[in-house]
């Protein structure tokens, strides 16, 4: 493969469909509240769900590991999670969602051979990633790998997306971007609505003060949009991002990624069709993307 780090941002686009029906579907909310977890919204299993393979974290953990959330809003859900569900039991339960969701996307088609091939492929990517100064890649590539192939590839996507997050924060630590003042610029340069970021848990005042700090660099404009300057800075970590997130796919060759993503083209197709992934976020999921070439 030639150096073509971009070639991991649409590798992400074409997996990250596959994987996120997780966060927001059924399945998920109905193994949470069997866990004995509220299901009032996602977020007090979400902690939960993609914490669990660090262990029983704690507060201050989970949130120098995720980054763009609230301290405050991490800490409603952690520890407090551990004492509805210890993380061994959270582990299982979220290989049972996932089970019951590509069941329920795929029907006979989970058995499809090609689905098996696109594991193992996922699988050889996820083993290539670098996991040193990475926690939560770290943390899910020492999980045990299931049997079946659909799980197996749902994890494989697991470790690749978060080796590619912990790469971000990197980024975003080089650009000299705190939690807050990370949503806000991206904001600022029309990545999604500034209220899709509400999710966060950042107050008004905190988005505010974070606004300012980055207006007072020269990042932002009285109206609070990007400058040139800010917009510079945005695509700079984003190509950071993609630096950092090369490994797996150098490793893996052309090749053997453009099999993947042609492999899960109806796995991602299933996804999107599937009405559970919302229209406005901050992942670029909402539509098909074009095919990684």
């Known amino acids: 493969m030639g150096e073509d780090p971009g070639f991991a941002r649409r590798m992400w686009h074409q997996l990250e469909p596959v994987h996120a029906p997780f966060w927001y579907g059924p399945e998920m909310l109905k193994e949470a509240a069997d866990l004995g977890f509220p299901v009032h919204s996602r977020w007090p299993s979400y902690f939960a769900w993609r914490a669990a393979p660090l262990g029983e974290a704690s ?3 989970v949130s120098a590991a995720f980054y763009s959330f609230s ?8 520890p407090a999670a551990w004492a509805v ?6 582990l299982a339960g979220r290989l049972r969602a996932v089970d019951r969701m590509y069941r329920t996307m795929l029907g006979d088609r989970i058995t499809d051979p090609g689905l098996a091939e696109a594991a193992r492929l996922a699988r050889a990517a996820a083993e290539a990633a670098g996991t040193a100064g990475r926690p939560l890649a770290a943390a899910n590539a020492a999980l045990p790998w299931p049997d ?20 971000h924060i990197a ?5 000299e971007l705190d939690p807050c003042e990370a949503l806000v610029s991206f904001a600022a340069v029309g990545a999604a609505p500034q209220e899709t970021f509400a999710s966060r848990g950042w ?27 800010g917009r510079a800075l945005r695509e700079e970590v984003e190509r950071r991002t993609d630096d950092l997130a090369y490994g797996p796919w150098r490793a893996l060759g052309t090749e053997r990624a453009e099999r993947l993503a042609e492999l899960v083209m109806p796995l991602l197709v ?6 559970v992934l919302p229209t ?14």
């Open 59 to 61: 507060a201050a953990l």
């Open 280 to 293: 406005a976020n901050t992942l670029g999921i909402g539509r098909i993307p074009a095919p990684a070439r």
């Open 171 to 175: 980024a975003l630590l080089t650009a």
């Open 148 to 167: 079946e192939p659909h799980l197996a590839l749902w994890q494989a996507i697991g470790v690749l997306r978060e080796h590619r997050g912990d790469g």
């Open 270 to 275: 299933a996804a999107l069709e599937s009405g």
């Open 85 to 90: 569900a210890p993380a061994r039991r959270v």
């Open 203 to 229: 107050t008004a005042e905190e988005w505010a003060a974070a606004r300012d700090r980055l207006a007072a660099r020269g990042l932002l404009d009285a109206a609070g949009a990007a400058t040139e300057r």
């Open 71 to 78: 301290p405050r809003m991490v800490a409603e859900h952690i």
